[in-house]
């Protein structure tokens, strides 16, 4: 199983993004998917995360700002990032439990980080 993230980029603050994260290989079902992100010098925190029903949570952090979504014939989860802050800067990195078999547990996979630069 992989998952390939990509949209990360240089933004202006107060500007927009929007992160793409899709997994592929042996997927029979993928349960919660989320992104995480690490600042440089901080340790990796929770950004947001999505059931495969679509109910979302967030850091408070980037409450109001973020929305997660995901669209399960793709496998992949999104993260639209409005009005982006300097503060927001930072590697993201998405996630997934993906149960690879009927009946197996769901295991964690971590895709690759993509840069988040937020400045002017």
């Known amino acids: 199983v992989q998952l390939q993230a990509s949209g990360g980029g240089l933004v202006q603050p107060g500007g927009s993004l929007r992160l793409s994260c899709a997994a592929s290989?042996?997927?029979?079902?993928?349960?919660?998917m989320g992104w995480s992100r690490q600042a440089p010098g901080k340790q990796r925190e929770l950004v947001a995360a999505v059931t495969v029903g679509g109910s979302a949570n967030y850091a408070d952090s980037v409450k109001g700002r973020f929305t997660i979504f995901r669209d399960n014939a793709k496998n992949t989860v999104y993260l639209q990032m409005n009005s982006l802050k300097a503060e927001d800067t930072a590697v993201y990195y998405c996630?997934?439990?993906?149960?690879?078999?009927?009946?197996?547990?769901?295991?964690?996979?971590w895709g690759q980080g993509t840069l988040v630069t937020v400045s002017s």
């Open positions: 996630n997934a439990d993906v149960v690879v078999s009927w009946g197996a547990p769901p295991a964690h996979y």
């Open positions: 290989g042996a997927i029979f079902s993928i349960n919660r």
